[in-house]
């Protein structure tokens, strides 16, 4: 039995880039759960995404032992975030299973906006915030600079800051002590009524649903009859553990700990995050407060390109939302595309994250469609409904009113890129709320803008305008009235459903020729001419032509090599394993792709 006064749930919380996860190794290195030769970087980064965009999409886990000072053997409970505002609900998750955070700040970028947004989560939930300065050894590193931001921007004492490298494993140790100095030891009872929280999940093939635990109360055992309270269903626990780095079997979890549960839970829908776990025969007398509701906000459709594949993709859509409670879907059906799904996500990066993972995790090929909002529509019929798929639309005269959701948007830049911002958030129809001149170098932008504008290419080109420096944070306030059209999109003179988007009308016919430019670009020359059209309602808005070719990829081959021939017609059918017939005409995967990211500027 471990004393929780020997145990620190703590989570690393920043903005994206300033050291996570490098942190997160060095934290294992120094207790040497790892043999060195067995290390790699970013080690709590499981998916190859998350490796090779360098970034953190799930939160981890993981228990380090630590000696300090005083001669203790510490038992340090860490979990890292993931830093993109896609993922935000992710770090409020790993909050609530923690007392205590460490704040990490980039001493070369100081302050940014998800640095805010993360340290006010970690407030509402009453963490101890540790701040600490990141990457002191970086030759541009202003270390007095971002104490001061501690100071007069957070609002925290600067004398508290905690100066490190993670890379260079500088003030490691400090740190550490630090931790088991300031934060509290958790102060659940032992004796009283199990009461655990879910805060994440995964699926495993051979154990079924695996349940990411805070104990707050109790203790659990193997063998105990487990009742969730939400779901109201009961469980038999098979095996509880801890996290090192993959998963060790234990005899019990107790009140302050953190840990997993496996129960035999084969159907996934069993597990929802932010439940409340108890004994079937001694609950507690109340569930815990959980989480707010994870609302998607953009919203896509994905068809397998081959319809065959199907079920493959549904079952691959169940795993994925296991892992990933943030996913919602529902099914769909395209009279271009066949049967598919209608899915929610928290953003474009985690629209783009579920792609990958389904192509590489599952092997399938994929399309989405153009992404959308969720839109209120007040129908002159006095009814009001949410549309969220173009095809859903009503027709014209049909509409009273259409309404879409609004976000206040925080920026933070160095002051010399204000103007490319200004106008880059007035060309997405963005309202000034507030310009502040953080100290001398920086500056905040408040504004109000749609939604919908910051879905295509806002965060690409906020990051090419001010080099990299400017940093993002939004949250969604409110609806407000717009003027919405369908913009259609015709190949070869039929509409194309999947391709369809809702558009602000004033844009649409700009819209309507970036669309139509890039699917010429991607749509590959068939025998026959091809049309491109953009269209609302009944006037075409946009057209461009893909002119005829006959294609022979084997004219080059003259000569009787029958082999290399072969090859060529084996090739050239690969590819075309990810293109879609729509109608005759082929359309690759890629055209859906572009499509959803044309915002139209260029
Ligand atoms: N020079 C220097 N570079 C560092 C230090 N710590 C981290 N880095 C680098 O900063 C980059 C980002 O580090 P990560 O640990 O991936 O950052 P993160 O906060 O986990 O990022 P997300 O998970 O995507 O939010 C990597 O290239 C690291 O090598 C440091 O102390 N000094």
Do not use: W
Not at 407 to 429: H, Q
């Amino acid at each position: 039995m471990i004393p929780q006064k020997l145990i620190r749930n703590f989570c690393i919380i920043a903005h994206i880039d300033h050291g996570k996860s490098t942190l997160a190794d060095r934290f294992i290195q120094r207790a040497r759960v790892v043999e060195d030769r067995l290390f790699q970087d970013q080690i709590l980064d499981s998916m190859d995404i998350e490796r090779e965009r360098g970034i953190t999409i799930k939160s981890q886990a993981v228990t380090v032992p630590f000696e300090s000072k005083d001669g203790q053997l510490y038992h340090l409970n860490l979990v890292d975030t993931p830093g993109h505002v896609d993922f935000s609900y992710e770090v409020s998750r790993a909050i609530s299973s923690c007392e205590g955070a460490l704040l990490l700040i980039d001493a070369s970028q100081g302050v940014e906006a998800q640095t805010l947004a993360n340290l006010y989560m970690a407030i509402e939930h009453d963490l101890e915030i540790i701040p600490v300065i990141n990457k002191i050894d970086l030759p541009s590193a202003d270390v007095e600079g971002v104490l001061e931001q501690i100071e007069h921007d957070l609002g925290l004492p600067a004398e508290d800051a905690v100066k490190i490298s993670a890379k260079n494993a500088i003030g490691i140790d400090e740190l550490l002590e630090t931790v088991v100095e300031r934060i509290p030891a958790p102060t659940g009872d032992y004796d009283a009524p199990l009461k655990a929280l879910i805060f994440d999940s995964h699926y495993n093939t051979f154990r079924g649903g695996i349940m990411h635990c805070r104990l707050f109360d109790g203790v659990i055992r193997p063998g105990d009859d487990i009742h969730m309270l939400a779901t109201d269903r009961v469980f038999n626990v098979e095996e509880v553990g801890r996290f090192r780095i993959g998963f060790e079997a234990c005899e019990e979890l107790q009140a302050g700990q953190v840990g997993y549960i496996v129960a035999g839970i084969r159907t996934i829908t069993d597990i929802r995050v932010g439940e409340t776990v108890t004994h079937r025969d001694r609950p507690c007398a109340e569930a815990l407060p959980g989480f707010r509701e994870v609302k998607s906000v953009v919203f896509s459709s994905i068809f397998p390109v081959d319809a065959n594949d199907y079920n493959e993709l549904s079952a691959a859509m169940e795993k994925l939302q296991l892992n990933d409670a943030s996913l919602f879907f529902e099914k769909d059906s395209s009279a271009a595309l066949g049967f598919g799904f209608r899915c929610g996500f928290l953003g474009l990066l985690h629209l783009e994250v579920i792609q990958e993972r389904l192509e590489r995790e599952f092997g399938l090929s994929i399309v989405f469609t153009a992404p959308s909002v969720s839109y209120r529509i007040d129908l002159s019929n006095g009814e009001s409904i949410t549309v969220t798929n173009p095809q859903d639309f009503p027709a014209q005269t049909e509409i009273e009113r259409t309404y879409e959701p609004f976000i206040k948007a925080t920026l933070i830049t160095p002051s010399e890129y204000v103007g490319n911002l200004i106008s880059l958030c007035t060309e997405k129809r963005g309202n000034q709320l507030d310009m502040i001149y953080l100290d001398s170098k920086r500056v905040e932008l408040v504004y109000e803008m749609p939604l919908s504008e910051v879905l295509y290419d806002f965060y690409d080109r906020l990051k090419s305008l001010s080099r990299g420096y400017a940093s993002f944070d939004y949250e969604v306030i409110d609806v407000r009235e717009t003027d919405l059209v369908r913009l259609d999109i015709l190949l070869n003179g039929q509409p194309v459903d999947a391709l369809s988007m809702l558009v602000y009308r004033p844009n649409a016919a700009f819209r309507a020729r970036a669309v139509c430019k890039k699917l010429r670009e991607e749509i590959p020359r068939h025998q026959f001419k091809i049309p491109i059209q953009g269209a609302v309602g009944s006037t075409i808005v946009a057209r461009e032509t893909i002119s005829a070719l006959r294609k022979d990829v084997t004219a080059k081959c003259y000569g009787g090599d029958i082999s290399r021939k072969r090859k060529l017609l084996e090739k050239q059918k690969e590819g075309k394993k990810r293109m879609k017939m729509v109608g005759n005409v082929e359309l690759p995967q890629k055209a859906f792709l572009s499509v959803l990211k044309s915002g139209g500027d260029d």
